[in-house]
């Protein structure tokens, strides 16, 4: 048996038993949850930020977007709610699209 000790989606025990194989699991506290998608999150960021074509990058996002979904779910807020937030946000502020580097800043 091959020990992973991470956090996984939701269909992997499924998808590991259609193969013909059998699994071991342990459901996370909130608490628990919280941390390991904070970890899968530096994980994928990780794989991203090493992602050497289009299509493996877009993978990395998407496993990203998801683990912020299922955050966001634990913290009682939804996507909707969210994007209110991040419009509000980028209105404000504005969004990173134009790639602004600010070398510094004096006041």
């Not at 970890?39 to 990058?57: G, I, P, Q, T």
């Not at 939804?78 to 134009?98: A, D, T, Y």
């Amino acid at each position: 048996m091959t020990e992973l000790n991470k956090l996984v989606r939701d269909k992997v025990p499924s998808l590991v038993t259609k193969d013909g194989g059998s699994y071991s699991l342990k459901l996370l506290s909130p608490l628990e949850h919280k941390h390991e998608i904070t970890k899968k999150l530096f994980e994928e960021l990780e794989e991203y930020h090493e992602a050497n074509s289009k299509e493996s990058a877009i993978e990395e996002l998407v496993d990203m977007v998801e683990l912020i979904y299922s955050a966001l779910k634990l913290h009682d807020v939804s996507i909707e709610e969210f994007e209110l937030i991040r419009k509000e946000k980028k209105k404000l502020k504005g969004s990173f699209e134009k790639g602004i580097y600010l070398n510094s800043i004096s006041q």
